[in-house]
């Protein structure tokens, strides 16, 4: 055989050199990432808050509480319109207003109009 | 990363990606080296089944020295050829030993004209090269297989195969000569013009 022959022997060889099946593929990359030094940083997904830590970012669920209790005591107090001093300080009647004294008696200082006598 | 990213990356800096934990380096070496290296593999073992098992060997101890790898000092693909060469002529010897232990007298795997005869006779090219190549002596299909199937340069294989390049070059001329006898005579079969 001629060396020109063996040299298309060769280039055709090189041209049907065999491919890896994809059995052997998965294979090699399986070993890549059993022996990675480095494992690849997961990826991390934003953990689901409970109704609890929703709570807490608030103040809690006692805050919650609160607010609902003093929504529904407002609510009620719209629709019954009650008489709110009575319910507050039971005992007092009438209106709180009438009894105080917003401007003392001008008496107090009828005195000082008086001539000093000495 | 992108894997189109990384197709003008070197072998090197690839498997430096890879020991910091980048997986798509891991599938861009693959890629690029794994059909070289199984190429090598089959026409050394002549085994398409043995010729994977070497491959995923010799890539799983690619992974393994990632980490200690000293860049600069050889080529990922030169280092890569070495432990597969390696890998194959235990492979072979294990094979001899095998064969030795349960023939007596058993003939040596050079013998292989009956092989080369019969593949030419189908007119199987591939065939006769592959019975021609089992019949060379180890390392002289080692030089051939690297330099005229892999295309490797002579002092690459120098590396490979830790010799000089001109006892690269001898054996490279060896093998072809030998080569050519063992399909001597046989151009008609295989599909060559007379004269």
Known sequence: ??????????????????????????????????????????VRSVPRRT???????????????????????????????????EVLWPGTSGDPLETMDLAPGYELFASLDAPVEG | MPFDALSDVSDEALLVLYANGDPAAARALTLRLAPRVLAVATRMLSDRAEA???????????????????????????????????????RLRGRRRRASTTLDDAPEPCDAAPGVEAAMIE????????????????????????????????????????????????????GKRALAALLAGQRAELGYGEG
Do not use: K
Not at chain 1, 10 to 22: I, N, Q
Not at chain 2, 61 to 86: F, I, K, M
């Open chain 1, 51 to 85: 109704a609890g830590a929703r709570f807490a970012l608030f103040g809690g669920g006692g805050l919650f509480a609160g607010l609902a209790t003093a929504t529904l005591v407002g609510v009620w107090i719209g629709i019954a319109q009650p008489p709110v001093a």
């Open chain 2, 52 to 90: 994977e098992d070497v491959t995923q060997e010799a890539m799983l101890r690619l992974w393994r020295v990632a980490p200690d790898w000293r860049q600069g000092e050889a080529r990922v693909s030169t280092w890569l050829y070495r432990v597969v060469c390696n890998l194959c002529t235990d």
């Open chain 2, 123 to 174: 007119g199987d090219r591939m065939r006769a090269l592959d019975a021609a190549l089992a019949a060379l002596p180890e390392r002289q299909r080692q030089a051939v297989v690297l330099r005229h199937l892999e295309g490797l340069s002579n002092p690459e294989i120098a590396e490979v195969m830790q010799v000089g390049v001109e006892a690269v070059e001898s054996l490279t001329a060896r």
């Open chain 1, 1 to 42: 055989m001629r060396d020109s022959d063996l040299d298309d022997l060769f280039a055709e060889a090189r041209r049907e050199s065999p491919a890896p099946s994809a059995d052997l593929m998965m294979r090699i990359l399986a070993d890549a990432a059993a022996e990675m030094p480095v494992q690849p940083a997961p």
